[in-house]
Structures are given as C-alpha cells and as structure tokens.
C-alpha cells in the first residue's frame, strides 16, 4: 500500500497483503466496498504527500463549528428513513439473526430491508466464505505479538463475533451482494443505485442519468446515499464529462463524499462498521481507540493544504442542507 502518513499521525498501517502471507491466511474473495470498501479508498487517499508540520487534528472541530449554525443538527437524516433499520448495522447485533429479519422484510417489498441485507452480507463475506480459517487466521494474527497484528486480529474478531451463524454455503460473495443491490436499486433505493454506479454497473450508463444519479444524492443529504457514491467520486471519475463541476475526479474527493456522510449522519465512531471494515479487511487501523472516521482522515490522509481543500468540498456537499 502506497502510504505516506505523518510520523506524529496516529496511525497504525499493516500492509494487509505482508500479513497475511506471513500469517499464511486464506482471505480471498470479493473485498467489501460502497459502505465497507474504505480500506482501498483510504489507500488512494492517504497515497497523497502529507505536510508533517500540519496539525490537521484540529480542522475536523473547526469544521464542525462553522457548520454547526446550520438550521438542522448535522447529524440528522431527513424524515422518512426507517432509522430502526439502519441503526441495527451497528452496535452487538447479531447480524445473522438481523439478516432473517430483513430477508423477510425484503421479500415482502421492502427495497430499504434489501439494501440493509445486502450490506449484512458485504460486511460477513470474508468470515462466512470459511468461518474456522477465519478464526484459526485471528490466532495466527494474535500469536505474532505485533502491535499491527493484533489490532487487525481484534477487529477481525469482532466481525467474527458479529457474523456468527452465516456459512460458507450462504454464498456471501459479490455475486449475491451485487444482485442485492441491484434488486434495491430498481425498487427505487438511491444508496443501492449509487452503489452500482460506484462498482462501476449503474442502471444506465448515459452521462446524463450519471450526472443525474450525483445530483439525486447530493440533493437527498442522505448520508447511507454520499457513502455509498464515494468510490465513483474519486480518482475514477477524472476526465468523465459527466462530473464536470462537481466533487470528482481527485483522490481526496472521495474522502470529501465519506466525511460528508459522517456530518450527515453515518455512524463514523471508534466503534462503527466503517472503521472496524479498515481495520479488519485492509490492516488500517488508529491506534487511538477513540478515533472517528473524520479526525482519522484529517489525521493520516491529507495534508494542510489538502485538509483545506477537503473542508471546502464537504462545505459544498451539504451546502444545501444549511440553506434550508
């Protein structure tokens, strides 16, 4: 990974590929993206040079300030999303049992259960593709002794914990995921339509509807919608004609989409599925155990002149928000 942190960041980076050979692991299969593919985002990232004089720990407080005379708290969703679905992602829930429910909801017609479930199985792929290698992995991590190591160990536990029950016959790979997604999508959810854009499969792929999808999201201010469309924004979409104008094409621009999110809502704690998918899929893990998404970028993959720029954008991307 082409990572160039600041020594004085508080950031632990294991090269995800070394480790794993060392540890003679088995993790194949499809690495989790949209909501839980940050590991290869922040790799692009945080390959940007990094000023080791900056002190851009302060400019996520400073964000938050000049955004914080905003008519709406910015960590509200508009009305209308079932936050009882949503919320259940996070926490201790049992994701197996949590997936029975939404399979049945979804089944009924329900695209919001659809795209919830699809991302139960993007987050569980990797531990139900071979639940016991997984597990066995975890102990080889651990026996290491490495700071590294047993940071990424512990956030794969969790996964492990949390994903209990699925197996290897549940079929969690990207084939099943992708048809999830897809299904939501021509139900009419704006994340799962985003999220194929982001994989690179949009439902048409005409520059005006891509153009159109960005403009839907930006304007919803719906922060499961700005994560979801991050990897379209970034270093994929320079030179497409169909962004000009917007945040794209650089890539910070996707982290500027990510942090939007977290302003506007997405669980971006210490403790939530994006920063545990970092740690446990792509060895990027803070050593600050209180850390959020927003201070870990701020922190690690940009520098003073590009906290500046990234402040900007996140500005632009809930703009409309503080007008209303």
């Known amino acids: 990974m ?64 000049r955004l914080g005379a905003s008519e709406l708290p910015l960590n509200a969703v508009p009305s209308g999303l ?8 996070e926490g201790n829930t049992d994701l197996f049992a949590f997936a ?16 919830m479930l699809s991302r139960v199985y993007d987050y569980c792929s990797q531990y139900a593709s071979d639940p016991g290698g997984y597990q066995l992995d975890n102990s080889v991590l651990t026996g290491m002794g490495e700071r590294a190591a ?13 994903c209990g029950g699925f197996v290897a016959s549940d079929g969690l790979g990207y084939p099943l995921v992708f048809a ?49 469309l991050a990897p379209a924004m970034g270093l994929r979409a320079s030179g497409d004609r169909a962004m000009t104008g917007m945040v794209a094409g650089e890539a910070l621009s996707e982290l500027a989409w990510r942090v939007a999110a977290c302003e506007l809502g ?12 970092f740690c446990a899929n792509g060895g990027i893990c803070s050593q600050d155990e209180g850390q959020d998404f927003t201070d870990f970028v701020y922190d690690a993959a940009v520098s003073r002149q590009g906290a500046e720029k990234m402040t900007e954008w996140v500005e632009e991307l809930i703009g409309k928000r503080k007008r209303r």
């Not at 079932?82 to 992602?89: E, G, N, S, T, V």
């Not at 153009?211 to 700005?226: I, K, N, Q």
């Not at 997405?266 to 998918?277: A, F, I, R």
């Open 2 to 65: 082409a990572f160039a942190p600041a020594l004085k960041t508080w950031l632990l980076v294991v090269p995800a590929v070394a480790l794993l050979g060392a540890a003679g692991m088995r993790m194949g299969g499809h690495l989790l993206h949209a909501q839980e593919s940050g590991p290869a985002a922040m790799d692009a990232g945080m390959s940007q040079p990094v000023d080791t004089q900056a002190t851009p720990t302060a400019l996520p407080a400073a964000l938050a300030r």
């Open 82 to 89: 079932p936050l009882d679905i949503r919320a259940d992602m």
């Open 100 to 115: 029975q429910r939404l399979r049945g909801q979804a089944d009924s017609g329900n695209v919001e259960a659809r795209w």
């Open 150 to 162: 047993t940071a990424m160990a512990a956030a794969r536990q969790r996964v492990a914990a949390r």
């Open 180 to 228: 999830q997604r897809r299904q939501a999508a021509q139900g009419g959810n704006l994340a799962a339509e985003a999220s194929l854009l982001a994989d690179g499969q949009p439902l048409q792929s005409d520059e005006d509807y891509r153009r159109g999808l960005v403009e839907r999201v930006r304007d919803s201010h719906d922060p499961e919608a700005y994560m979801a």
């Open 266 to 277: 997405m669980p971006c704690g210490s403790d939530s599925v994006l920063m545990n998918s």
